[in-house]
């Protein structure tokens, strides 16, 4: 890989927990050491209780689909206009214009497929140190704990131990495939496969050599999870060290690494793989070695003999998708041997 992305943690993490109540309006909060802490307004007198995890192997949540903006209020009042620009996000207020740093202090309602709404406060912004261009921001999000009513980050700790959200355009339905449409905006955290897959350099909104890397960012979600049948399941473990090498050399294969080959990415999921990224054995009826496929995507892939990724002709593959097609390939990873015990 590249010098700035040698490494990447598949780290998916749960993130703090949110709610959302009725009510008046508190602006601020202080903490047990005595700074202040905003609060994410409440300006609804028919909003319910909410209790929500908003990351895990999957996109954004554990138990359902990624919930997106509705709403970005200030005061009570609607942001309007409101869009992204890259990462940052733009509207006007009270006839104001507002842009990136403007939108510490307001307050983003997001709603996830099933109607369920929460809010969270934006309480920092700031550009991301590791992007060499300079255009991915970072926010911070905080919303009200439902066990406590303290204030806590909605994002969990990344690989740095940072907690931070990256908006992107579209949203991602239960089997992870992205929505393209241009009004909706996603925020996803840096512990959870969207924020990664945007530090790893695949800015969706961004171009290298006039390809989109919209595409890329979707194979790249694809990939950190290990959702290799495409259906949003996720076959990896917090924690897993993986090499990621792309067909635009964003980032390249590590030729120190000796970490053998798991998969070749598309959009859609797997095009090729060659082994789990880990390796599960149960000791139910004795001790069995989990085979390649899961049983709900056996019927996806058919056995191959040689065929390589387009990627890195060095990469074989096991079996390869029946329905993914060579040229949508724009991914492969390796990864260490992880053994686990069921």
């Known amino acids: 890989m590249s010098t700035n992305h040698s490494l990447f943690f598949a780290s998916l993490a749960l993130s703090a927990l949110c709610h959302v109540g009725c009510g008046g309006i508190t602006s601020t909060s202080t903490s047990d050491n005595g700074q202040k802490q905003l609060v994410p307004e409440q300006c609804s007198s028919s909003l ?37 620009e890259g990462s940052t996000l733009v509207g006007t207020w009270n006839g ?15 709603v996830d497929p099933n109607g369920a709404m929460l809010f969270a406060v934006i309480s920092d912004v700031q550009v991301d140190t590791s992007d060499p261009t300079k255009e991915t921001l970072l ?22 131990g940072k ?13 992870g495939a992205h929505q393209r449409n241009a009004s909706a905006i996603t925020f996803g955290c840096t512990s959870a496969a969207i924020g990664k897959c945007v530090r790893l350099g695949y800015r969706p909104w961004a171009k290298v ?8 960012h979707q194979a790249c979600t694809r990939m950190i999870r290990f ?54 054995l149960s000791t139910v009826d004795g001790l069995t070695l989990q085979a390649l496929l899961p049983t709900a995507c ?18 074989l ?26």
């Not at 329905?323 to 991914?331: E, G, N, Q």
């Open 48 to 84: 319910t209780t909410l209790h929500r995890s908003m990351n895990g192997r999957q996109l954004q949540s554990l138990t359902m689909p990624a919930g997106t903006v509705s709403q970005i209020t200030k005061n009570c009042n609607q942001v309007a206009n409101l869009h992204l």
């Open 96 to 110: 104001q214009p507002m842009r990136g740093a403007d939108f510490v202090g307001t307050t983003v309602v997001q």
């Open 209 to 216: 050599n006039g390809v989109s890397l919209e595409g890329h």
């Open 139 to 160: 926010y911070s999000l905080q919303s009200l704990n439902p066990i406590d009513g303290s204030i806590t980050e909605v994002c969990a700790p990344d690989a740095e």
């Open 317 to 342: 593959c096991t079996v390869r998708s029946k329905t993914i097609s060579r040229s949508a390939v724009l991914l492969d990873n390796r990864s260490g041997v992880n053994i686990s015990l069921q």
């Open 227 to 280: 959702d290799y049948c495409g259906d949003g399941v996720s076959h990896t473990a917090d924690g897993t060290e993986i090499d990621v090498y792309d067909s635009l050399k964003i980032n390249t294969r590590d030729a120190l690494l000796l970490s053998p080959f798991d998969a070749a990415w598309s959009e859609d999921g797997a095009y090729c793989v060659e082994r789990q990224r880990w390796i599960r």
């Open 163 to 175: 907690r931070f959200a990256i908006p992107v355009p579209g949203s991602w339905d239960k089997t």
């Open 298 to 315: 056996l019927n996806k892939f058919e056995l191959t003999l040689a065929e390589t990724s387009p990627i890195d002709p060095l990469d």
